[in-house]
C-alpha cells in the first residue's frame, strides 16, 4: 500500500494545476485577451510550449499578463516535476499484485479529473468564483484598465461580465440607461459572436461580455457584485 501514498498526492496535483490553469486563463481574458487566445497561451505558458513571436509580445508588454504567465510558467515546472516524481515511485514501491493496483488506480483517478474537467457546471462555479476573486483585486482593475483604455483621469474602457444574477440581464440597453449614467456600450461579445456598437433595442443576456467607457466609479457600482 505504499505506493498510494505516493499516488494519491501525484491525482491531487493534477487536479489542482489543472483548476490553476483555467483561472489563469480567465486572468488574461480580464485583461483584454479573447477567450480562446487565453485559455492556450494559459496552458502554453504552463507546459512550456506553443508560444509564438508575436503572442509572447502580447504577453511580455503586459504587466499584469507577464506576471500571470511566470507564476504558471514556475508552477508548470515545479508541478510537472512533482508529478512525475510521485507517480513515478508509486510504481517502484508497488510489487506484484499492488503494482497493478497502482496502474488501475491511476488510470481511474485520470479518468475522474477528466470527468470533474469537462464537467460545465463545477468549471462555470469554479470560474465565476476566480471572476469574482480578481475583480476585487485593486492590482488587476488597474491593469485591466489601462491596458483597455484611459482617456480621461477617472475615465475608462472595461470589459464586463454579465453575470447571472444581474439586474441588466434581459433588459434592453435603453431600459438599462446606461447612456444616463454616463457610460457607452461600444461591443457586446456573445460566446463566439461579436456585436459592434449595438442598438438600444439589443437585449443584454447573461454572460455577455460588455465593453464599455465611461467613469470608472459608476462602472465599478454597475458591474461589480456586492
Known sequence: MSGLYFL??????????FLIVRAAAI??????????????????????????????????????RRKIVTWLMILGNAGIVMIIVTATSSFVAGEGHQLS???LILLIGIYLIYKMATHKELIRRWESFIEDKLLKSPTFEEGATEDLLHLLEGNGLVRAIIKENS???????????LSEKGLLVLGIERGKKWIPTPKAT???????????YG???????LFREK
Do not use: W, Y
Open 101 to 103: 493496483l497502482n496502474v
Open 8 to 17: 494519491l498526492p501525484a491525482l491531487l496535483a493534477i487536479f489542482l494545476l
Open 27 to 64: 486572468a488574461l481574458m480580464m485583461t483584454g485577451m479573447d477567450e480562446k487566445r487565453a485559455r492556450f497561451q494559459a496552458l502554453s505558458a504552463f507546459s512550456g510550449t506553443g508560444f509564438t513571436t508575436k503572442e509572447a509580445e502580447s504577453i511580455v508588454n503586459h504587466p499584469i
Open 202 to 212: 439589443e437585449t443584454i443576456q447573461k454572460s455577455d461580455k460588455l465593453v464599455v
Open 215 to 221: 467613469s470608472l466609479d459608476v462602472l465599478k457600482a
Open 167 to 177: 439586474p441588466l440581464v434581459d433588459n434592453s440597453l435603453s431600459e438599462c440607461k
